[in-house]
């Protein structure tokens, strides 16, 4: 199967298509940057032409140009993934819908829009009506909803409500096959499942319905204490004590707050642990009741009432992936994993990792979140990238010790996530994507079902560097 690249960007001609070289290459990455291993692996990657469809028809369009002429279609909302999600592996076409920008109906409890929507547009437009999204990731400000939802996992609010993946945060996605002639179809319920954080492989999103919640005007806090174990024992008491409404309670060992939060630096020392949280203002009573139980704890900042000569900004934006940003800024050594600490001995196992990485080579950052309804944490550990031969040692000994790795230096679903194959996913890719057009190198089990997980796989088809 060749592509023949000059026939589809002619067929294309009349959309909004870009060709230049400077363009496509930006359009043809992602942050793969945090990854040190995916750096290696994937600088190289471009795509031949990005089209930014401005329409659900314009983007049926594109799908069945590039079908008829064999062409790659990898999507792009903003490119804030980190796992090379939205890199075109094997070239092609890389389909930006930053132009389906529309929010299209706000209802009391669910909002309908179109995927190309800014988190933070989406949001505001939301606020106007009284509600809010019930979770974003912390690129807010910079990733898009279809974005979030095909690539995502859970973020600010995830608290409260969980992970995208639980029931009920989705309501219902409208996806766009890739087939000779391709077709729209609704997934709601268990249907779900086919498409939502599927990185684009098996349909393309072009509306969704999400719930919504009650807007508030959150108050954003910094708690310090001396030890780390303060730190973790107060994030998970006060997210489970459930007339205290959270939007996000997030756990930083120090020296973390010290050597990589700039504007927190002169409020902190080195040894300080720090808790950045999201409090409903009508919670701050109960909050402040259940500060003055801990004196171990102290509040350093409040976003209404502080006296910081430079504010600090919103405290999510030091929390989930915005925190890896601000210790590379700082030390373009630090990479990161992605690790679940699951209910009832999550502390027990953070305590036990944590005694295994002595003198800062893994420095543990928790998010505070529900799996199944219980308070339990996400970690997502900076580490001081050595060699590639650690950081495997690294992600082992955490695996030995119990906990799970959703290893972000890998481009795949299945590493980045169970090393399973997901059947649901490749059952309807098979049925919506029978060339394997969409996004290919990232579903391992469509190229190679047989794939035994024991090393990093390398997609084949990933176009070679010049
Ligand atoms: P992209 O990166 O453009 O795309 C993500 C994936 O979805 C790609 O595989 C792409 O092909 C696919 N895709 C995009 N749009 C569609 C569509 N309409 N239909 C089908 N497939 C589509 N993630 C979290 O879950 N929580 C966090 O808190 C979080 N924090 C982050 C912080 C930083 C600093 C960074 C760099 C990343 C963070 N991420 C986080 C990862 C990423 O930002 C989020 O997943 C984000 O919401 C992705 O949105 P995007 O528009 O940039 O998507």
Redesign the pocket.
């Known amino acids: 199967m060749t592509a023949n690249i000059a026939a589809a960007k002619a067929a294309l001609a009349h959309l909004d298509l870009e060709e230049r070289e400077a363009a496509i290459k930006s359009a043809s990455r992602?942050?793969f940057w945090?990854s040190p291993v995916l750096k290696d692996r994937l600088d190289h990657v471009l795509a031949d032409f990005v089209v930014r469809p401005k329409t659900e028809a314009e983007v049926i369009e594109v799908l069945k140009v590039c079908y008829q002429h064999d062409v790659p279609v990898?999507?792009?909302?903003?490119?804030?993934?980190?796992?090379g999600?939205?890199m075109p592996l094997a070239g092609g076409c890389v389909m930006h819908?930053r132009n389906?920008n529309k929010v299209k109906e706000i209802h009391p409890g669910r909002v309908v829009t179109e995927?190309?929507v800014?988190?933070r547009e989406l949001d505001e437009a939301c606020n106007e009506q009284g509600q809010e999204i019930r979770m974003?990731?912390?690129?807010w400000d910079?990733?898009?909803?279809?974005?979030?939802?095909?690539?995502?996992?859970?973020?600010?609010g995830?608290v409260h409500w969980g992970s995208?993946r639980d029931l009920g945060n989705i309501i219902r996605l409208r996806?766009v096959t890739m087939e000779a002639e391709p077709r729209i179809l609704e997934f709601r319920g268990e249907e779900l499942a086919r498409?939502s954080h599927?990185?684009?492989?098996n349909?393309?999103?072009?509306e969704?319905e999400l719930p919504l919640a009650p807007a508030y005007d959150w108050t954003e806090v910094f708690v310090a204490t001396d030890t780390f174990s303060e730190a973790v024992a107060f994030a998970d008491d006060l997210a489970n004590n459930d007339g205290i409404l959270l939007k996000l309670a997030s756990v930083y060992e120090n020296p973390i707050a010290h050597a990589y939060f700039q504007r927190v630096k002169p409020h902190v020392e080195e040894g300080t642990n720090l808790i950045g949280l999201m409090v409903a203002p009508h919670s701050m009573d109960g909050f402040l009741t259940f500060l003055a139980r801990r004196p171990e704890a102290r509040m350093i900042y409040r976003s209404d009432d502080h006296d910081w000569p430079r504010a600090p900004g919103r405290v999510?934006?030091y929390?989930?992936?915005?925190t890896?940003?601000r210790a590379l800024k700082v030390d373009p050594s630090i990479t990161y994993l992605q690790v679940r600490y699951a209910f009832p001995d999550h502390r027990a196992l953070i305590e036990r990792i944590r005694a295994m990485f002595p003198g800062g080579e893994v420095m543990q950052h928790l998010?505070a979140l529900r799996m199944g309804g219980k308070v339990a944490f996400a970690g997502l550990s900076l580490v001081k990238f050595t060699t590639e031969e650690r950081l495997n040692e690294i992600i082992h000994l955490h695996e030995e010790a119990g906990a799970m790795i959703f290893n972000p230096h890998r481009y795949t679903l299945e590493e980045g996530g169970r090393q399973t194959v997901d059947a649901t996913q490749l059952n309807f890719k098979k049925e919506a994507d029978p060339k394997g057009l969409l996004?290919p190198g990232?579903m391992i089990a469509w190229d190679d079902p047989d794939f035994g997980y024991r090393e990093m796989y390398a997609y084949p088809g990933m176009r070679a560097a010049e």
């Not at 910079?142 to 600010?156: K, R, Y």
Request: without cysteine; hydrophobic residues 40%; charged residues 10%.
């Open positions: 992602d942050f945090y990898t999507t792009r909302g903003a490119g804030t993934g980190n796992y999600q939205a819908l389906m995927p190309g800014l988190l974003f990731s912390s690129t910079t990733a898009t909803v279809g974005g979030f939802i095909a690539g995502g996992s859970g973020g600010i995830s995208l996806v498409v599927a990185y684009g492989t349909g393309i999103i072009t969704l999510f934006e929390g989930w992936n915005h890896t940003l998010e996004n990232k």
